[in-house]
């Protein structure tokens, strides 16, 4: 039978548990060779996405296990672990040194190299100078006043119910909402149900989710689904929401993106997101340096997995001709479909 989780926090304070766990791993040597091995070894028996992400573990420790000996400096087989994740193409993979912390070049390279948003146009001519600030939100009417176009960052920046009820009062008498995620890089999936909770289908089956649980590259534990937090709303938002992604919406705005499946007056336009939808884990490796890499996988309620990037709706790229005459055509088009 499959388990039921209610929250999407859930996941996280399990992922921080293993955390834990991986920082207490027994005294193994910390000479080079020991450390590499060790963190092969733990990505391959924790690692989510080897099939997905077309990667073949064993021909990747070919490669890189031949440029690791004793006697090399701290630098250089620092240099070759960072290597070594970056095969996994994976924007959650990250090595810590003292004050060093690497991420996945490519992924990050990807979200900026193909951002899907204009950011100097969207402030000079959709928030504009008398634009409104409540909260982690930027916003304005658009289009006449009849739609209200709410820009949120970054889901570092904590959601709150009275701002969100601001919001909502304040354009009620809008036909619709676009809720812009562009270059959203993540941050606190709690954010999510925050959001999700102004909507109709309170408790809505969102995804489903399971846990690296073996040694194998397909151990994995049961589908586990995860529901949208159940609240007391009355006046739920049933008019229109268009959310805004691309490239750049990453990890918890990919969360978000994928759980819109689950509402009917709610849509994505723009681009495909940037995935990220597998929770990271933790660990020490034996010289102390700290380790992470994504050890769930995301199931969304059409049977797909979209860690390597959400699909929207309706997709839209950029038009540079429209750009350049100060016209982001992405908001343009989600404006269309809300007033229609």
């Known amino acids: 039978m499959k388990n039921k989780i209610i929250i999407l926090l859930s996941l996280a304070l399990f992922a921080f548990a293993s955390c834990e766990r991986a920082f207490i791993d027994g005294d193994a040597p910390d000479n080079p060779v020991n450390v590499f091995d060790y963190l092969w070894n733990k990505v391959d028996q924790q690692y989510s996405f080897f099939e997905l992400k077309g990667v073949d573990w064993d021909s990747v420790y070919e490669v890189y296990r031949p440029k690791v000996y004793d006697e090399m400096d701290e630098d250089s087989l620092f240099k070759v672990c960072v290597a070594l994740l970056n095969t996994l193409n994976d924007g959650h993979t990250c090595l810590i040194s003292g004050d060093e912390e690497v991420f996945n070049e490519s992924v990050y390279n990807r979200m900026y190299a193909e951002r899907n948003i204009d950011e100097d146009v969207v402030a000079a001519n959709y928030l504009t100078a008398n634009h409104h600030t409540t909260g982690s939100f930027l916003h304005n009417a658009i289009r006449e006043g ?21 919001l909502l009062d304040f354009y009620r008498n809008c036909e619709g909402i676009i809720l812009d995620l562009r270059q959203n890089h993540g941050g606190n999936i709690d954010n999510i149900r925050r959001f999700l909770s102004i909507l109709d289908n309170h408790g809505q089956l969102l995804y489903r989710t399971q846990i690296k649980a073996g040694p194998e590259h397909d151990n994995f534990t049961e589908l586990g689904e995860v529901y949208a937090f159940e609240t007391n709303n009355s006046e739920p938002y049933t008019k229109p929401v268009a959310v805004l992604i691309d490239r750049g919406t990453y990890s918890a705005a990919s969360f978000l993106s994928i759980s819109t499946m689950g509402y009917d007056n709610v849509k994505l336009f723009g681009d495909f997101s940037g995935g990220g939808l597998g929770l990271p884990n933790a660990g020490a490796l034996p010289n102390t340096w700290v380790y992470r890499f994504s050890i769930t996988r995301t199931i969304a309620l059409d049977g797909g997995n979209y860690e390597n990037g959400v699909p929207p709706d309706v997709r839209v790229l950029l038009d540079p001709a429209m750009t350049a005459q100060g016209i982001d055509n992405v908001i343009e088009t989600a404006v269309d479909w809300i007033l229609e």
């Open 146 to 166: 009849k739609v209200a176009y709410i820009r949120y960052p970054s889901f570092m920046d904590n959601i709150s119910m009275r701002d969100l009820k601001f």
